[in-house]
């Protein structure tokens, strides 16, 4: 299996001498399906084209390692629903990227982190939207689920991978230390870190008038509770870099392609930059002048 290392090296060849724009993570909606009905989901739902298939997302996996992308992510949806996803995570570590995955943990028991851990899935992201059970669980519309996610979290744990704690902030989450107790149950349920993400003023979110996190409250995390050894926004890399939220479109530094193989900039991006069916990644991309053009094109998401 060729070494993750060889291909950083290479990215950061391509991309920072040569000056090709390629990114570092390919993100890819296996499915819209979800068991939960999340008050603030910004996920487009079920796709009208249909989801990939099992080749077809292998396919853009291999473009992304073709191009140069040394990291793959997998999200949703819940990616767990789709019963090919240790295979697919195989595929992508055979080629010698890095594999992560996004789930709310509700079907991460055991067996399966055992699984996906012998695949080679080298990061988990488990959903916690607050260190409240009952409040957890609203939030996300599935009762249980709380348990489950911290169930999950204990399952990464035994199987060695490492797992993140993904939550969201708000003012009023911050106001009633909601953020402090969820880090230190993080902590306590020996995750290996904490992602503290933004909200995204898009999907459900989308016709909000007040926002949920003022700019003040922004650059409070970075001064208060971002953490290099434990708790970041959008990647530990880049929030430490310049030592603010950073869009990873804008930078292009990852590409969303949807359950139904629109590629876009983001995962909120309204228009597709073509369709992965059409030629594959790397030809979509490159039609759509991403290696060598500007941003995300003015996006008006909020994130920024």
């Known amino acids: 299996m060729p ?14 001498v040569l000056g090709r724009r390629i990114p570092l993570t390919v993100m890819i909606a296996v ?22 298939s099992t080749e077809e997302i292998k396919r853009v996996i291999s473009d992304a390692a073709a191009m140069g992308s040394p990291k793959i992510g997998f999200t949703g949806g819940e990616p767990l629903l789709r019963p090919d996803i240790a295979e697919l995570a195989a595929h992508a570590a055979g080629l010698g990227l890095s594999v ?14 055992r699984a996906l851990a012998a695949a080679g899935v080298t990061n988990i992201n488990v959903s916690l939207d607050s260190p409240d059970a009952r409040r957890h669980d609203r939030l996300r519309g599935y009762p249980g689920c709380f348990d489950a996610a911290l169930a999950a979290v204990a399952a990464c744990v035994a199987a060695g991978v490492p797992c993140v704690v993904s939550t969201y902030i708000t003012d009023r989450g911050l106001a009633e230390g909601r953020l402090e107790a969820l880090i230190k149950l993080a902590r ?13 003023y898009t999907g459900k979110l989308g016709d909000r008038s007040r926002p949920l996190l003022s700019a003040e409250h922004k650059k409070l995390f970075f001064e208060k509770y971002a953490d290099p050894a434990f708790v970041y926004s959008e990647s530990p890399l880049y929030d430490y870099l310049d030592g603010a939220l ?13 359950a139904d193989g629109a590629a876009r900039a983001c995962y909120v991006s309204g228009a597709a930059m073509g369709n992965v069916r059409e030629g594959g990644l790397e030809a979509v991309l490159e039609r759509a002048g991403y290696f060598s053009g500007g941003g995300c094109g003015g996006l008006d998401c909020g994130a920024c």
């Open 100 to 113: 992560s995955l996004d789930t709310n943990g509700i079907l991460l028991d055991a067996a399966k982190a």
């Open 3 to 16: 070494g993750l290392l060889p291909r950083l090296a290479a990215y950061g060849w391509r991309r920072y």
């Open 188 to 200: 306590a349920r020996g995750a290996s870190a904490v992602r503290a993400l933004f909200p995204i």
């Open 31 to 52: 499915t819209g399906r979800c068991q939960c009905d999340c008050a603030h989901c910004s996920a487009s739902g079920l796709p009208s084209g249909g989801e990939l």
């Open 246 to 258: 950073q869009c990873t479109a804008a930078r292009k530094v990852s590409v969303y392609v949807g």
